[in-house]
């Protein structure tokens, strides 16, 4: 690449109270590249960003946009520069239309004398010209909050595009997407490199990588590791990179015989969930993987077992005692755990502190005289942050300041407070840096090994490969195919997952199976 | 095609806002148990008359909570607004600007809310609490904890005349009021700054908004609102007394809720709000009408205002296809 950069970072340091978040990183950006910036949680990778958008001004460094020396002193600063940010968290109001989004904070007004007046006409056109060149059939006028994922992810472009911004930073933009929409999407970013755009990808799906980037910047605690080309990068030495350390294995297993029968799922239905008809069994010492697509009734799947969701008939049994239609609160009596999806919303009382999180659910049990020894309570504490590894300063720590990696081992560590035996991981490592992960999935696997059993749903296809004893593949609703783990691999499951093979995994046949082909698939999952 | 939105497909009784059945069916019934007495074109009028005070006062509150906060001292604005504009008519100011200066009242209220909930980042709970308690105190004070009385023409006039001898004065001024507003909500960008503070204020910020500049500016328009009210209130009495406001800006806020609007995500509009006042003005009036004893008319008007909520969530719920 012969031309100018359009960015160029140079030795930024920021500090914040007791951290220092970034030490001499510097970081360049040329036009029609995408350069994925790639680093645990906590690497500062978002922090470098967020300088480079105006929203952190760096204790030292400098800043250069095409050639000029700048300080970026807000957000709207940066937008004037041509830089554009996608958030994880949309920039999106809910209630506005998607027009009067793509326009937030610089309204077209009317001719004076109505120059007060928004001018929605133009805005609508405006809007409508830009959605159209990104191929988008988006109306302007619909509502943003009746739109899907993807499609407010697509009014985050347009609204980049609408201010002309010749940098675009996207933050894990494909974390809550399908695979058919993450499709479309590197095809949109494929699209904007050609225009001359320069994008800064951060993203922790390392598969990704190789598809969509030109080079990769690599941070590890604050500080820069390297600046290469993909191409001569394998993912295992990106994973290196980013760890500082060879993770000799991601999936550590100690495999061994099941015990008895920890989880029984007859015939399960439940239509206003469109989960029908669903077989399945968990015994200890087993790990089994729940399989499908985003959409495909997992979730929903396990929220019915652990009774969060009302059935219409089938039955369910745990340790052989029939619990069907039994509520949460007396599922956890009976030993079961749910560490739900979303750990921020429903797994973490955020504003708590790690102690108050790990024992909020075991209250009863570890002081049945209802009156809490605190004594007890930081022993018990300490036990779990010693044998998790939780990274915190204290227990007295909010759980919202910790990294998504330890804010769910926070969440394990809840749920083994209670001696749970089966435990149910619905998308265990959505998020969570490679470090973190490998941890999880160690303690997964001592979990096990010790007699208690695990459902796990995943998205992560490698997750579930290499963490699984068996592995059940759910597509619309339906439990659509079964694999032990010698069976499973990852074409077959794909294709199950698909609804291209029907309860057979043998017949599966390997043409069909790659895993970019979902076009075949109507949209069900809404 | 794939990215085509979809809006869902909505039966025709999906788009009626839910408090309008609620209305619908308050409406019929005290068509019927007044015999006659209710649905009346002068008793409809009365209606209006009767909530245009409240609607006023609701206009703001609505704007208010479109931005997540709460504003519990329009009450006390309101009562300040009154107590000023007849104070300054008994010594002798023009009554023009008597009101003026009880609207103005009502406008530095909301300023000061606002300076302490956008700079001083107080929660809106606290700091409108805060000023309720001074606004009723200085009310109290200023007129010695007794009514005012003041009736000049053009006060009178302002309170209870007829425009062009045929449209009450307050139905107008609430209308003036409400196309204001809704020139202001939707299509000024201040308006829709308002939704984006209560859509999402930290995205907002990012976006190159000046969100404590418009949360200030929403309080400030609140508080001139609530002048407005106030001496409209007292322009109908011909006084001002030191606690007709009390309780003010729960009715207001009730108004808001049963009209639609969310406490959050910036979720609803005033045109909800006028169905939310028409509900509470109907329903104190036909109470009335039908010759319910005012004891338990507060204990009704209670349960109407549960029961509409109840029914715009189930409705909501219904609608969104939970």
Known sequence: MSTAPLVRLLNITKTFPGVRALQNVSFDLFPGEVHVLLGENGAGKSTLMKVLAGAYMPDSGEIEIKGQKVRINSPAHAQQLGISTIYQEFNLVPYLNVAQNIYLGRYPRRKPPLGFMVDHQAMQDKSRQVLGSLNMDVDPTSIVADLGVAQQQMVEVAKALSIDAQVLIMDEPTATLTDREIDKLFAMIRRLRERGMGIVYISHRLNEVHEVGDRVTVLRDGQLVDTRSIRDLTIDQMVQMMVGREISDLFPRTYQCPGEEALRVENLTSARNGIKGIDLTVRRGEIVGLAGLVGSGRTELVRAIFGADPIDCGEVFVFGKRVTGSSPTQLVEQGVGLLPEDRKLTGLALKLSVAENIVMASLRRLFPRSVVDLNKERNVVDKYIRDLRIATPSQKRLTQFLSGGTQQKVVMAKWLATESRLLIFDEPTRGIDVGAKAEIHDFMDQLVAQGAAVLMVSSDLPEVLGMSDRVYVMHEGQVVGEFCREEARAERVIACAMGQAQAAPSVVSGSSASPGVAAAQPGQEA | ?322
């Open chain 2, 1 to 322: 095609m794939e990215q085509t939105c979809k809006p869902l497909q909505k039966k025709w009784y999906d788009r009626v806002p839910p408090v309008l059945w609620v209305l619908g069916i308050i409406v019929v019934w005290f068509a019927i148990a007044s015999r006659g007495h209710f649905f009346t074109i002068s008793n409809f009028l009365n209606i209006a008359v009767q909530g245009s005070v409240l609607l006023v006062l609701s206009l703001g509150a609505t704007c208010v909570i479109l931005t997540e906060g709460i504003d519990l001292s329009l009450g006390s604005i309101l009562t300040l607004g009154g107590v000023v504009a007849v104070l300054l008519m008994t010594r002798g100011v023009t009554p023009v600007l008597a009101m003026l200066a009880g609207v103005a009242s009502g406008f530095f209220c909301g300023a000061i809310t606002g300076l302490l909930i956008a700079r001083g980042r107080l929660p809106p709970f606290i700091a409108t609490l805060g000023m309720s308690g001074l606004g009723a105190g200085a009310a109290v004070v200023l007129t010695k904890a007794s009514s005012v009385y003041a009736d000049p023409a053009a006060f009178v006039f302002f309170g209870s005349g007829r425009l062009f001898g045929l449209l009450p004065m307050p139905i107008v001024v609430a209308a003036l009021a409400f196309g204001a507003v809704y020139l202001i909500l939707y299509h000024t960008p201040f308006g829709h700054y308002i939704f984006a503070l209560g859509g999402n204020e930290v995205g907002a910020g990012l976006s190159g908004v000046n969100t404590a500049w418009w949360k200030l500016m929403t309080y400030f328009m609140a508080g001139g609102l609530g002048g407005v009210a106030g001496v409209l209130m007292a322009a109908r009495l011909h006084a001002a007394e030191p606690t007709i406001g009390l309780r003010w800006e729960f009715d207001a806020i009730a108004a808001t809720i049963i009209g639609g609007t969310s406490f959050e995500k910036g979720r609803g509009g005033i045109k909800g709000t006028v169905l939310g006042v028409l509900l509470l003005a109907v329903v104190r009036n036909g109470l009335n009408v039908i010759g319910i004893r005012p004891v338990y008319q507060a204990l009704i008007l209670g349960i109407v205002l549960i029961v509409a909520i109840i029914f715009d969530v189930v409705m909501k719920r219904r609608q969104e296809g939970l």
